[in-house]
């Protein structure tokens, strides 16, 4: 299928093609036309498999063939229509972005002689001054970008007016679950008009989140894409066993690799994120951290010059890393193996992205074998172990677990979380694995 086919305006095909999509992904081939006919959607995918386009063509161009005109009493501004609700500030300042590059021949486009209105976002996130984001709201927007947080702060001073609200997209639900947001998720839905379009994306589908859909959606399209597979085929995955204490020198060992251009090393721990940088700069390889407890700008400065290819190497933890979108990454690097295979997978999806291909080199130590065997039994193949490297230890493995916790573990249902052992790994590495 091309972009043509999907009935879409020529100010949008002229923006992905200038993006240079010369097809729809899955997602978007499947969600478009039904978006564009003003249905609800259930779409089960994760970044990375084209969503945010999917959602944001439809979206613009219904904002754009139905205008509205401005509220009638009070301000005068032009209505909010649109809400996108987004888990972290990253994926609200990408998902903005998006909304700004696909959108950006509107303006140029002219339907008798008069040029379309170009269609205005803003992005609200906690973290930073309020101010500028309640001048954006002031000065009236079609789209509204934002993480729970903020949002229920501005909406709390009377600053948001979601009367006349037509589409709210929540993404990323199970991550919202995960972060613990669901609290606030619904206390947004509740200020919101029932009539409207609602989509929904969630990588898995624990109960909450199938409960919530069954509240909020009505008669919804169901769109499920699989990148799991997908994105362990494109990877070139491999692992090296060694022992904890030889982790460090085996990365600067690894990272001597010149085809290693832009690296993103995932560590358990903000703490482990921020000694890894500076065991790095020690051994004169450059490196950023990013992670919760960094300042908003010193988040967006690490990405920034990891995007523009100032740093080579990107240190983040799970949380941090989410749904960060840079094309270009040859290497995904687990200094530590993740406790949940899904974060696997999630992880080494930052490379290989776009149909690029990309590398994906595991550390891990006897503690972590059990890891391993998850991940593989996930992604149903074993990662090619590397025999010969400087730092190789031969330590057995822990020792396997028993059977009858093995059965309920291959019982849970799809992308629920484990229900064996959760406690005892939890306690060792916090929920997901990102302190
Ligand atoms: P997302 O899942 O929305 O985070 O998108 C992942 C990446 O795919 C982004 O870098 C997009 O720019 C890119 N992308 C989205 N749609 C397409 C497409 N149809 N063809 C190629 N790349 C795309």
């Keep these: ?89 990253e994926l609200a300042t990408q998902i903005g972005d998006s909304f700004a590059t696909y959108g950006k021949l509107i303006p140029e486009h002219k339907v008798q002689g008069v040029p379309l209105r170009a269609i205005r976002h803003t992005v609200i996130f906690g973290g930073v001054g309020q101010s500028p984001q309640a001048q954006a709201l002031k000065t009236g927007v079609d789209v509204v970008v934002a993480t729970p947080g903020r949002l229920l702060d501005l909406a709390g001073q009377k600053l948001l007016d979601f009367s006349r609200l037509e589409v709210f997209v929540l993404d990323e639900a199970d991550r919202m679950l995960d972060m613990g947001f669901l609290h606030d998720v619904r206390r947004v839905i509740a200020l919101l008009p029932s009539k409207r379009q609602t989509l929904m994306f969630s990588a898995t589908m624990p109960k909450d989140i199938a409960d919530l859909a069954g509240a909020i959606l009505r008669d919804p399209v169901r769109v ?44 358990r721990t903000k703490h482990g994120a921020n000694k890894m940088v500076e065991s790095l700069g020690k051994a004169h390889i450059g490196a950023q951290a990013i992670h919760g407890n960094k300042s908003q700008s010193a988040r967006e400065r690490a990405l920034a010059d990891f995007k523009r290819g100032a740093t080579r190497i990107l240190v983040a933890t799970d949380i941090a ?115």
């Design 224 to 267: 499920a894409v699989a990148p799991p597979a997908a994105t362990v085929d494109a990877v070139d995955q491999s692992v090296y066993h060694v022992a904890h204490g030889d982790k460090r020198a085996l990365l600067h060992h690894l990272l001597g690799d010149p085809s290693i251009t832009r690296a993103l090393i995932f560590t």
């Design 1 to 89: 299928m091309t972009f043509d086919e999907l009935r879409l305006i020529e100010p949008l095909l002229r923006a992905v093609r200038s993006e240079g999509y010369d097809q729809p992904t899955p997602i978007q081939e499947q969600a478009i036309p039904h978006l564009l006919d003003g249905r609800d959607l259930m779409g089960c995918a994760q970044t990375g498999t084209g969503k945010t386009a999917a959602f944001a063509l439809p979206i613009l161009q219904h904002l754009v063939i139905t205008p509205r005109g401005p509220n009638p009493v009070g301000s005068g501004r032009r209505p909010i229509r649109v809400l996108v609700l987004t888990p972290t500030r």
């Design 321 to 435: 890393a989410r749904g960060i979108d840079i094309d270009g990454i040859t290497h995904v690097i687990n200094f530590e193996l993740p406790n949940i295979p899904e974060t696997y997978v999630h992880r080494i999806g930052r490379t290989a992205r776009a149909g690029a291909s990309g590398h994906a080199m595991s550390l891990c130590e006897p503690e972590e074998r059990e890891f391993l065997s998850d991940i593989e039994r996930l992604i149903r193949r074993e990662i090619p172990v590397v025999p010969d490297h400087p730092f190789r230890s031969t330590a057995p493995a822990a020792a396997p677990r028993p059977a009858p916790q093995q059965q309920q573990r291959n019982n849970r249902g799809g992308g629920e979380r484990r229900a064996t052992t959760p406690q005892a790994r939890r306690r060792r590495y916090g929920r997901n694995g990102a302190r």
